[in-house]
């Protein structure tokens, strides 16, 4: 395995223009570049938002884990994004930032710790670049003057407008746009097509925003649009590998980043070569979204006691082009599904305790400077034929647009299989974890047990119930045995005898 081809099977992905699944191939064939639209920084990340991201992580896990290098590319919106997706309303961040008696820079620096902090949570590998819209608004000033002087834009008094009848097919990327999404573009006095949108909002007469530039179209701020276009561009070039986001993007935000590529470009190129969208995380009430009520944070996933984890593998049950719905039960089979493999593998490395191939993988993942291929083949060196077989279709699995649904009962196949000897199971665990990225090689049934933000009682006084009880049973006592083990169920602790099990565990409210 090199560092610079793909091996195994041919990756297939689906581009969301061409509504067609079909052979990936990098432009550079020693690097596939990346870009990913990213959060918002003006609140908590939702549970539907941060869906985007573990699909994003795992396509970015698979062309590694195919041998590819990533040059991967995540911004952070700190201007620019109304509070409507359809271009209108207010700034969400000068809205946040008011709302909270704060600045600006307080709100977004704030909610960037905390989208990080969800990402490292959920085992989400770091992009190569963090780009900050705030940092490239004079890059964001020279794009539009490009497309201004391609006669693509007009003016009007609340700023410059892209002209979306200058370019070719546009919304193609939309598919057939009816009414309703074109009613969601916000309507300005003066705007020559419904769809047209804003590359600079003038800022009104008398208004004094926290972030506003001066710009050739008076003083203001970039339209939101603008900011993918540009750093897309000014870190993976004109025209490169991929661009993810959610399903949601694809109808207006996209759409304007393929205008604004091409009215720059003075080409037909839409930017990237493939673009990828996830689909809608739901409830049973519809799609969540802050909007409609349904504000559910990874942070208060934690605070059930739940692992992050167990979202991820929530996540990754679901194709990433199908709906998925999220609700307490689907959370808890998750969760259940996570504590299996977490205890099957953890009886792997007890039995097989630190082989010199497993020092060698965990020395290269925490050097970071290791590539998935180099850690693959140390991995897989001297599998049998069976277990190499089971790779193959584990590979097989991803390569098919990231079938992930039918990737993960490989592994669980692999671990309950006992024609396969402990070595071998762990091997093949720990590659098929590289394109996972469950963390199961470093993570213990311990580390499942988080304590609810609810709990009842501190860990040590469990633990000291739980040495009476133990005494009790030790002395035949079992009605003491029974009453000590009621009283913790009734706050909040099941307890579990036999050996191989968890002695206790949160009893959990969903």
């Known amino acids: 395995m090199t560092d610079t081809a793909s091996t195994g099977a041919t990756l297939t992905l689906f581009d969301s223009l061409t509504r067609a699944a079909r052979p990936f191939a990098p432009i550079d064939p020693a690097m596939v570049r990346l870009y990913s639209c990213g959060p918002t920084v003006y609140n908590f990340a939702h549970l539907g938002n941060l869906r985007a991201y573990v699909f994003t992580d795992t396509l970015r896990r698979t062309l590694n884990w195919k041998g590819w290098p990533v040059n991967h590319v995540i911004n952070i919106t700190d201007v620019g994004h109304l ?8 700034d969400k961040m000068e809205a946040a930032a008011k709302k909270a ?29 963090w780009s900050v819209a705030t940092d490239h608004i004079q890059d964001m000033i020279a794009f539009a003057r490009s497309i201004e002087d391609a006669g693509a834009s007009y003016e009007l008094d609340s700023g ?62 970039p339209g939101w649009h603008l900011e993918c276009s540009v750093m897309s561009m000014k870190y993976l070039g004109e025209q490169f590998d991929i661009h993810t986001g959610g399903i949601d993007h694809r109808e207006i935000h996209h759409c304007n980043e393929i205008a604004q590529n091409q009215a720059f470009t003075r080409s037909g190129e839409s930017g990237a070569n493939f673009w990828m969208h996830n689909n809608f995380l739901v409830d049973r009430g519809g799609k969540m979204s802050k909007s409609k009520g349904g504000f559910a944070t990874l942070a208060g996933v934690i605070d059930k006691g739940v692992h992050p984890l167990a979202y991820r593998l929530l996540c990754l049950s ?15 089979a998750a969760l259940t599904r996570l504590q299996r493999l977490v205890i099957a593998v953890e009886a792997l490395r007890d039995k097989a305790g630190t082989p010199d191939w497993l020092r060698v993988v965990d020395e290269a993942a925490a050097s970071k400077g290791a590539s998935f291929a180099y850690q693959r083949a140390v991995i897989e060196d001297g599998l049998g034929a069976k277990a190499l077989a089971l790779v193959a279709q584990f590979d097989e699995a991803l390569s098919n647009d990231l079938m992930v649904p039918q990737a993960l009962p490989l592994l669980e196949a692999a671990l309950a299989d006992k024609g396969i000897d402990s070595q071998e199971k762990l091997r093949l665990v720990a590659t098929m974890d590289l394109a996972l990225g469950l963390d199961l090689l470093r993570i213990g049934r311990i580390d499942l047990r988080r304590r609810p933000a609810d709990a009842r009682i501190e860990e040590s006084e469990i633990e000291a119930l739980l040495e009476q009880r133990q005494a009790a049973r030790a002395a035949k006592d079992y009605a003491e ?12 602790v099941a307890v579990m005898d036999g050996a191989g099990a968890m002695r206790w565990d949160w009893i959990l409210e969903l």
Request: aromatic fraction near 10%; charged fraction near 30%; avoid cysteine.
């Open 318 to 332: 679901a194709h990433y082009r199908s709906e998925l719905e999220f609700s307490p039960e689907a959370l808890a």
């Open 481 to 492: 045995s029974d009453r000590i083990r009621d009283a913790l169920t009734e706050r909040g």
């Open 83 to 90: 509070t409507s997706d359809a271009d209108e309303g207010d």
């Open 160 to 221: 410059l407008y892209f002209d979306t009848s200058k370019v070719p097919d546009y919304g193609r990327l939309a598919g057939a746009r009816g009414d309703e999404t074109v009613a969601r573009i916000a309507e300005v006095e003066g705007k020559r097509n419904a769809a047209d949108f804003a590359l600079w909002r003038r800022s009104a007469e008398g208004e004094q925003r926290q972030m506003e530039w001066l710009s050739p179209w008076g003083p203001g701020a």
């Open 101 to 129: 008696a704060k600045t600006i820079w307080e709100i977004a620096a704030f909610y960037t710790d905390a989208f990080k902090a969800d990402l490292k949570a959920l085992n989400i590998i770091s992009p190569t670049i």
